[in-house]
């Protein structure tokens, strides 16, 4: 299919879900809002205000769909830091930079772990300077990017759990007029269990080696996708660290509705306020730099010039998967999100896509094959995450895995 033709459908499609979603939800949203109320007041100009900042932290996110003013800045020291690890140790590459990019998806996050997997055992698996993640993807980022030794783990998580594993669902009426369907105790439970103070002391080392940990949110009240450098979360001096490394990442994954949005206590002009966070694939569902930003311009100001090569994981198929819709609220609410995220990740596919034409990065993908046909009977079987594993295992152990450019993509 032609882009331009491409572009023109994710549009209407996008519309179309948004204006349904609009429509079912706005009256829940305001309920939402203040059921969340606590004694700290919200930031009300969330939009324009963009020096809010976590409590006693500093440099640890930036918006994701503006221009990064100090991105040059920023490089140099991490080139620097790059240099001088690569002196103590060679394995660290230095002439060529990979990054990794992990989708959302839910209980679909099985075919990722299985693809990081099996890279593994083929034994092509590269190390990366930067791993980013949205939702799921958000979880298992911090395994992707520590390596292999976290494998065993990683399967364990995404071939063991269960819908109980990651929420609780609450009564009609509590659902209704609370913030959300479920409650996300068990998630936080979750999270809890395997981002200990050991592993956040191992990813703050790495962020001296110029190396970089990134999990999307959505800041909901500003509309606007939030990056958070979960590396400088890691080695910053705050007593608090931990606590806030795992709430953003429940907040990567609080998918709207279903998962309460996550609060995060920041101050602006001297004053204590909360954001309302909630799941980074509201916004988009796999990123690495802006739009406004180019690679290729940082070669040039930093005069060195470095092979990148992006890889990217989406936890989804691209496929149109038809399955008859219940005329009912709920299912066409379900059915609706699902499609825009279908048709979002798509989009995000393209997007990246161009971005690194335009900057010289090699490009692959890899998704979820169309013959997989097996259907999850919720949204973490436990059966269909195994299954799903097993076939991102098998194909993370060949070069067949990746696709050089997106779906039907037509020159």
Request: hydrophobic share 40%; with cysteine; net charge positive.
């Amino acid at each position: 299919m032609p882009v331009d033709k491409r572009h023109k459908l994710q549009q209407t499609t996008g519309r179309m879900s948004i204006s349904i979603l609009r429509s079912l939800f706005a009256a829940a949203l305001l309920l939402t809002l203040a059921a969340c109320g606590s004694n700290v007041p919200r930031l009300d100009d969330a939009p324009v205000n963009s020096y809010a900042t976590p409590v006693g932290y500093k440099g640890i996110r930036y918006w994701g769909d503006a221009e990064l003013k100090k991105l040059n800045e920023a490089s140099a020291q991490r080139l620097e830091e790059l240099k001088a690890a690569h002196k103590a140790d060679p394995s660290i590459p230095l002439d060529h930079a990979y990054y990794l990019a992990i989708s959302g998806g839910g209980g679909d996050g099985a075919f990722g772990a299985g693809i990081l997997n099996g890279w593994t055992k083929a034994g092509t698996r590269p190390k990366f300077e930067v791993v980013t993640g949205i939702s799921t993807g958000a979880l298992s980022a911090p395994y992707a990017f520590l390596g292999s030794d976290y494998d065993d783990e990683l399967k364990q998580i995404y071939t063991t759990i269960n819908d109980k594993d990651v929420m609780k669902k609450k009564g009609a009426i509590s659902g209704v007029f609370g913030s959300s369907m479920t409650d996300n105790s068990p998630l936080k439970a979750l999270v809890a269990r395997h981002v200990t103070q050991e592993l956040l002391d191992k990813i703050a080392v790495e962020h001296g080696k110029g190396r970089r940990l990134l999990v999307g949110t959505t800041n909901l009240d500003a509309q606007r996708p939030v990056v958070w450098d979960m590396t400088a979360i890691a080695a910053s001096s705050n007593p608090d660290r931990l606590s806030l490394f795992r709430d953003v990442l429940v907040a990567s994954a609080a998918i709207p509705g279903v998962f309460p949005p996550q609060l995060i206590k920041v101050t602006a002009d001297g004053k204590l306020y909360e954001e309302l966070h909630v799941d980074g694939g509201t916004t988009t569902q796999a990123f690495l730099v802006s739009a406004q930003n180019s690679l290729k311009d940082v070669d040039k100001a930093l005069k060195f010039p470095r092979k990148r090569s992006l890889y990217i994981i989406m936890n989804g198929s691209f496929a149109p998967q038809a399955e008859k819709t219940e005329t009912k609220t709920l299912a066409i609410a379900a059915r609706s999100i699902s499609t825009l995220i279908k048709n979002q990740s798509i989009g995000d596919a393209y997007r990246m896509y161009a971005q690194a034409q335009k900057d010289d990065v090699a490009f692959y993908l890899s998704s979820i094959p169309n013959d997989f046909t097996m259907k999850a009977k919720s949204e973490f079987d436990t059966a269909y995450m195994k299954a799903l594993y097993e076939r991102g295992y098998q194909m993370g152990q060949t070069p067949a895995a990746w696709d050089r450019e997106p779906p039907d993509y037509d020159r």
